[in-house]
């Protein structure tokens, strides 16, 4: 097209600058010339393994997965012994990491938002307490916080003989956090169901609430008939099964404790340090939001009568929301990415064991690949969920 | 000062909706309200009027608590404001007020805009709550935008939502602070005139507005406010024809100059 162009246009130099210069062209060019680079280095690294590889006898593919893993882990929420194969043992790593980052999310989230709102407390000290928690948290390498919470619950907790015993059965010591667990009963089974039943009733019971507001205009007290509902149905149904109270109580035995269940100091440490480091960025991000809705409308809204609570439910949270959810989808992502610090204070969590793996196994690039792909997948979840969340939240606006 | 400030008191056997005594205000050392008095009776309407930063929005969002006065007496409606939350929502239940820029909230519906507080407030069934919504959004002209959102609306569309969703609560008083001034000019008309349609029902009405059409044929009685006093206030006729004070005279050769 360019050419026919210039055959009306007897201008020497138009062809020649038309491909130097044209930015198309251009960019086509340094594209193919990133990519030809990527495939060279690709091309070489996949070679340069593969012959170490071959000269070290070490097999490539997956099929070591199946081998006996051979090493201990310290924790874990399935049945696991070094009997187990490696892809077991990953299991069991994956899990950790899924429980501490599940459980660092709900929690940062919660102290993220206490803290958020807080700062915007029209009490001074509670405003400031508030600010000097973020900056200080903030500004300090996760890293290093995660030492810190260690050697905090290492060094100044006694050992298990001299174990501090605040509420009777519970165990405070190095070794971590005992507490009683239930013991075996068939009755716990029925309490956990009659617990999932008691949710789907509240759900209900929120729905009955507003059906009949739009009715008659009668309010009900719908969150502390909730709490009601959620405490009385569990509690009805362990009385019903005869109210077994048989604990099982951690004992000291020798240098350690035996029964009930632990939480140990590791995942303690990377709880506590995952939780406030990424709760001092949420704490910031509620704040910003909420700053950003127009005072307007709360002034218009208390204007009409509402009340501060409700201003906050029904006006200004809806459109803080907004704002606050995207940001706080990276402090998801990040929360779970740095659980993988754990491996530098010993908690067993997929980089941990896989890491072990590596080391015993000598297949690298599996191992790594297992990891980025299961970092990966865990992600894109989280921001396919929270994409739904916010698109959910946008369409009650437009 | 004090022989120009003639003080137009509410005809007698008049009932008196709002009673303003004393009151002063002060946004850390500056002075804002400097001892107001002001008495309305129902239904009177007023305009307040006064150059830029003389305290005209602060003195109407007193009256409605959105501000705090330090000293002296405010009463609405037989109910003193103080510190008492309980009269506060009295007040503001039977206190409507509309503001420069609308402030409607933008993720709620029109309807679901004028239906919030009756619905949280007065504790209406949603039903009746709409019916008494499509009555005053017929009455502001807009029934048909009735699902839009506000986004979706010109400025004289928002205000006059504004103004049904104060309505909805059927107040006794509607508070104007500049509700045409955000507006492009063509648009202040549509406004004005559903204020208008409001003071020929009855409404007392304390309207802070630069609009002097509206005032001389709407009000019935002209506030001058200058550095957080009443410097002079009269019958429109008298004070747009015969100003008392040299402010109140500089303050009209320039309003009424452009
Ligand atoms: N929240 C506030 N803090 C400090 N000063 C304020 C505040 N609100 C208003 N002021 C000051 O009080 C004065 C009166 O303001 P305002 O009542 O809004 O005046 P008007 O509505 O007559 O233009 C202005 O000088 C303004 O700067
Ligand atoms: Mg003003």
Same mark, same amino acid.
Not at chain 1, 333 to 359: E, F, R
Not at chain 2, 22 to 37: A, P
Not at chain 2, 208 to 217: D, I, K, L, P
């Given at each position: ?184 009963? $068939?009755? *716990? ?76 100091? #590791? ?42 609570? @409700? ?88 | 000062?004090?022989? @120009? ?114 619905? *949280? ?56 602070? #500049? ?5 492009? $000019? ?30 001389? @044929? ?41």
């Amino acid at each position: 097209m360019a050419i026919s162009r210039n055959l009306g246009n007897p201008a020497p130099q138009a062809p020649r600058r038309s491909l130097i210069n044209d930015p198309n062209a251009r960019a086509v060019f340094f594209q193919i010339l990133v990519l030809g680079g990527v495939a060279l280095l690709g091309w070489y690294l996949v070679t340069n393994v593969l012959e170490n590889l071959a000269r070290q006898n070490i097999a490539t593919g997956f099929s070591f997965l199946d081998r006996e893993a051979s090493f201990a882990i310290g924790e874990s929420l399935i049945a696991y012994s070094p009997a187990n194969s490696y892809s077991h043992a990953l299991l069991v790593g994956f899990l950790n990491t899924i429980k501490v980052a599940v459980l660092g999310i709900v929690l940062a989230t919660i102290l993220g938002t206490i803290i958020g709102i807080a700062r915007l407390s029209s009490n001074f000290l509670v405003a400031k307490l508030a600010s000097a928690f973020v900056e200080i948290v903030r500004n300090i390498p996760v890293l290093l916080q995660l030492f810190f919470w260690y050697a905090v619950i290492g060094e100044s907790l006694p050992n298990p003989r001299q174990a501090l015993n605040p509420i009777p059965g519970v165990f405070l010591s190095n070794r971590g956090m005992k507490i009683p667990a239930l013991a075996d009963d $068939p009755i *716990w089974i029925w309490v956990g169901l009659s617990i999932l039943v008691a949710i789907v009733g509240v759900w209900f019971l929120a729905r009955w609430a507003r059906k009949r507001q739009e009715a008659t205009g009668q309010q009900f007290p719908i969150v502390l008939a909730s709490i009601g509902v959620l405490i009385a149905v569990p509690l009805l149904t362990w009385l019903a099964g005869g109210a077994p109270t048989a604990l099982d109580v951690p004992e000291l035995q020798g240098f350690n404790f035996r029964g009930g269940s632990n939480m140990s100091p #590791e995942f303690a440490a990377l709880l506590v340090g995952l939780t406030v480091y990424t709760s001092s960025f949420i704490a910031e991000i509620v704040r910003s939001g909420i700053r950003a809705v127009n005072w307007g409308q709360t002034e218009a809204a208390s204007a009409l009568g509402l009340h501060r609570g @409700t201003i906050l439910r029904l006006v200004v949270l809806p459109q803080a929301l907004r704002i606050i959810v995207p940001p706080t989808t990276s402090q998801y992502l990040n929360l779970t990415k740095n659980s993988s610090l754990a491996v530098a204070i010993g908690y067993p969590d997929l980089v941990s064991v896989a890491n072990t793996t590596l080391n015993q196994t000598g297949q690298a690039i599996e191992a790594v690949a297992i990891m980025m792909t299961v970092y990966l997948t865990i992600s894109l979840g989280i921001s396919l969920f929270m994409n739904w969340y916010n698109k959910h939240i946008a369409l009650v606006e437009r | 000062m004090s022989d @120009t400030n003639r003080t137009v008191a509410p005809r007698p056997g008049d009932e008196v909706a709002i009673e303003l005594s004393d009151v002063h205000k002060w946004y850390g050392e500056f002075h804002v309200l400097k001892g107001i008095n002001l008495s309305v009776a129902r239904g009177e309407r007023i305009v307040i009027c006064g150059p830029s930063g003389s305290g005209k929005s602060t003195l109407i969002r007193c009256i409605n608590r959105l501000e705090e006065h330090q000293r002296g007496k405010i009463v609405v409606d037989g109910v003193e404001l103080t510190n008492n939350l309980k009269n506060i929502d009295a007040v503001r239940r039977d206190v409507g007020m509309v503001f420069q820029h609308f402030n409607l909230f933008p993720h709620l519906t029109v309807l679901e805009n004028c239906t919030l507080a009756p619905i *949280w407030v007065r504790k209406m069934p949603k039903a009746q709550a709409e019916e008494i919504a499509m009555k005053y959004l017929k009455r502001v002209r807009i029934p048909d935008q009735a699902n839009k959102y506000p986004g979706q609306l010109s400025g004289g569309q928002q205000q006059r939502v504004a103004i049904a969703r104060s309505l909805c609560m059927s107040p006794k008083v509607m508070l104007f602070d #500049e509700p045409t001034s955000a507006l492009d $000019p063509e648009m202040i008309k549509e406004v004005l005139d559903v204020m208008i349609g409001l003071a020929n029902e009855g409404m007392t009405m304390i309207c802070v507005t630069h609009e002097m059409g509206f005032a001389r @044929t709407v009000a019935n009685r002209v506030i001058f406010m200058d550095r957080g006093e009443i410097v002079e206030q009269n019958e429109p006729l008298e004070f747009f024809n015969n100003p008392q004070s040299e402010r109140t005279k500089l303050f009209l050769s320039q309003i009424l100059a452009h």
